[in-house]
């Protein structure tokens, strides 16, 4: 089984369309501080084997990878998108030291469909057991795809391995319909969300947890957090999106 088509095609669309020019030029790609940095603190006290590579799943255009490549020894970004990895080579060609000022740990990226399970155990194959972080990705999925990517997941963090996974709320996905629908219309980093058919916040919050769990992974720890974003609101106030995040692993 592998990713849906539309699915494919909306990132690659999407991204083949980003200059990749300047910082913040995507609606979701804030400032590691702002988003990895915080979810760091969350995720680390949590990770039972610190040790092993990370995978950032649905890694874009890398901002988040080199923030998470300061504090894990080896991370490899990956992504549905050829394009998205395509900016990311690039900005990591472009690098000599991770952007809070830590020690780069081995860092590459790659293109992978989290939901093709031959895909997934060659990966497995080249890092044993992965620590996984995953940021706003299973709301954006198809909904057949869903537990396929929980799956995917389960099978890179096999026994040692935990994933950080955040993901929109319900209310997130109402509070950017009200925005598609303002008198000037959306907010241009949301334009092309919408127009690629992109829908974020598309997934029941409790459809999460679910998933994980028939993957046969369980949650140690959740909560809700803003995810802020790279765009405004007409009267100026930084757009942040609730949120909700979840630890997961195997029991031992």
């Known amino acids: 089984m592998s990713v849906t088509s539309r699915y494919r095609d909306a990132w690659e669309g999407f991204w ?46 890398g901002t988040q990878s080199f923030c998470l490549a300061g504090r894990f020894p080896t991370v490899v970004g990956v992504d549905l998108s050829p394009s998205a990895i395509a900016l990311a080579n690039r900005a990591l060609a472009a690098r000599e030291t991770p952007p809070d000022g830590g020690t780069a740990g081995s860092i590459r990226f790659g293109v992978l469909d ?14 044993g057991d992965c620590n996984v972080y995953m940021r706003g990705v299973l709301h954006q999925t198809d909904p057949k795809d869903r537990q396929a990517l929980a799956d995917g997941i389960a099978a890179l ?46 997934v029941a919050d409790s459809d999460v947890a ?16 803003p995810l802020t974003t790279t765009e405004y609101e ?3 106030s930084r757009i942040e999106l609730p949120s909700k995040w979840l630890v997961v692993g195997r029991e031992r």
């Open 114 to 127: 989290a939901t093709d399970p031959v895909a997934v155990a060659a990966l497995r194959d080249e890092t």
């Open 157 to 202: 963090v096999g026994d040692r391995g935990r994933a950080f996974v955040v993901e929109l709320a319900e209310t997130a996905g109402r509070r950017l319909a009200r925005l598609a629908q303002l008198p000037d219309g959306p907010p241009p980093k949301l334009k092309p969300v919408f127009r690629h058919g992109i829908v974020p916040g598309a």
């Open 210 to 225: 679910h998933v994980f769990e028939a993957a046969g992974l369980t949650a140690f720890a959740g909560g809700e957090l």
């Open 16 to 61: 083949s369309e980003v200059p990749g020019e300047e910082p913040g030029e995507v609606l979701w790609d804030a400032e590691p501080a702002l988003t990895s940095g915080l979810h760091l603190a969350l995720y680390e006290p949590l990770v039972d084997v610190p040790g092993l590579p990370l995978v950032d799943l649905g890694c874009g255009n």
């Open 234 to 236: 007409p009267d100026g």
